[in-house]
T-cell receptor, first 115, second 117 residues
């Protein structure tokens, strides 16, 4: 069990630049989630995939954010024209189990700093 | 209104002692789930324990138990026999079953636990 892998671990960028993060879920998990965690807060839900279909997006996900999961395997989260308010930890999680007892397995996150 | 409230920003406990981390929640959904996660300094969120709103018994997982008081809308985490490796941030989270998305969780702001010798 290799766990959920996220790349990069840290990203520093200048305001206005585009950034892309990658998440590799646990191989047999067909459900994948993205969360965002700002300093001193708990994670907030961003979006959810079942296989390759993006089934839900939070209102937190402005039109500068886009997420994909081609072929239902790895996922990418892109932020265009980054702003300082985008600075946060971006956490990916994959899930298994039935709906009521679904458990999330999180990666270590990508820490984004926008200067 | 806050859906998940963790009123203890930080807690200290001596090694081998038990500690209770508080969590209260607010929902009008009759069916929901409550979770506790641990976040060490490495950043990943580690699942600890789950309690369903219709579960009759309090959940237990090894040294972790969940003190579920439905009428008070509280779901406190009890860690017995604390170990130095328990030092971390602890988050309480809730899933409301009317959302349609199984793990669209609402998290609290967390409690930082420090275990001392």
């Amino acid at each position: 069990d290799t766990g959920v892998s996220q790349d990069p671990r840290h990203k520093i960028t200048k305001r206005g630049q585009n950034v892309t993060f990658r998440c590799d879920p646990i191989s047999e998990h067909n459900r994948l989630y993205w969360y965002r965690q700002t300093l001193g807060q708990g994670p907030e839900f961003l979006t959810y995939f079942q296989n390759e279909a993006q089934l839900e997006k939070s209102r937190l996900l402005s039109d500068r954010f886009s997420a994909e999961r081609p072929k239902g395997s790895f996922s990418t989260l892109e932020i265009q024209r980054t702003e300082q308010g985008d600075s946060a930890m971006y956490l990916c999680a994959s899930a298994t189990g039935g709906r009521r007892n679904e458990k999330l397995f999180f990666g270590s996150g990508t820490q984004l700093s926008v200067l | 209104a806050q859906k998940i409230t963790q009123t203890q920003p930080g807690m200290f406990v001596q090694e081998k002692e038990a500690v209770t981390l508080d969590c209260t929640y607010d929902t009008s959904d009759p069916s929901y789930g409550l979770f506790w996660y641990k976040q060490p300094s490495s950043g990943e969120m580690i699942f600890l324990i789950y309690q369903g709103s219709y579960d009759q018994q309090n959940a237990t997982e090894g040294r972790y138990s969940l003190n579920f008081q439905k009428a008070r809308k509280s779901a406190n985490l009890v860690i017995s026999a604390s170990q130095l490796g328990d030092s971390a941030m602890y988050f309480c989270a809730m899933r409301e079953d009317n959302t349609g998305t199984a793990s669209k969780l609402t998290f609290g702001t967390g409690t930082r636990l420090q275990v001392t010798l």
